[in-house]
T-cell receptor, first 113, second 114 residues
């Protein structure tokens, strides 16, 4: 079964702690993305990676970091510098270059108290 | 920055009725895509329409694109309770080239009552 997995589905952390969200894909897609979704809102781009060992900041990268050491994996770290980290986080991938459809994982809901 | 704006924000209809959602955007685009999101889940791609296309069909879905008005509409015919979800339009701006990224609107929340 090909697809994108995100784990865990729910994550709870105390303020001041860094937390890493997992995203794995077995679609052999080159590009991967991290989005943040707040209630009643659309998706905002945090970071994206077009190829292994390369990634770019999106619209709201402050307080987040990523790595892309393997094609299949694109983990997102929410650092203590992120002012309002509680949100729903979605990972996506896209095949090759161009402007085609994106495939999304099931999301991780992060709650920081 | 959000490129697309869906209208209405929420729509409630009876099963069997048609549902129409609209999307407006600001810049020239390469293509426009519609996605569906069930509550608390990831997004699922529904349909992509290129800037040189005016209408596209997929099953009970019909999408139109008017680049002169920078707008698109998604029509779901003969709706079912299972169509209850949020629907998002997303655009690939033409200025981004192959490195461009999708820009999402805020979505229309559709509720289909049995």
């Amino acid at each position: 079964d090909g697809g994108i997995t995100q784990s865990p589905k729910y994550l709870f952390r105390k303020e001041g702690q860094n937390v890493t969200l997992s995203c794995e894909q077995n679609l052999n897609h080159d590009a991967m993305y991290w989005y943040r979704q707040d209630p009643g809102q659309g998706l905002r781009l945090i970071y994206y990676s077009q190829i292994v060992n390369d990634f770019q900041k999106g619209d709201i990268a402050e307080g987040y970091s990523v790595s892309r050491e393997k094609k299949e994996s694109f983990p997102l770290t929410v650092t203590s510098a992120q002012k309002n980290p509680t949100a729903f986080y979605l990972c996506a991938s896209r095949k090759g270059q161009g402007s085609g459809e994106q495939y999304f994982g099931p999301g991780t809901r992060l709650t920081v108290t | 920055s959000q490129q697309g704006e869906e209208d209405p924000q929420a729509l409630s209809i009876q099963e069997g009725e048609n549902a129409t959602m609209n999307c407006s955007y600001k810049t020239s685009i390469n293509n426009l895509q519609w996605y569906r999101q069930n509550s608390g889940r990831g997004l699922v791609h529904l349909i992509l329409i290129r800037s040189n296309e005016r209408e596209k069909h997929s099953g009970r879905l019909r999408v139109t694109l008017d680049t002169s008005k920078k707008s698109s509409s998604l029509l779901i015919t003969a709706s079912r309770a299972a169509d209850t979800a949020s629907y998002f339009c997303a655009t690939y701006p033409s200025y981004g080239g192959s490195q461009g990224n999708l820009i999402f609107g805020k979505g229309t929340k559709l509720s289909v009552k049995p």
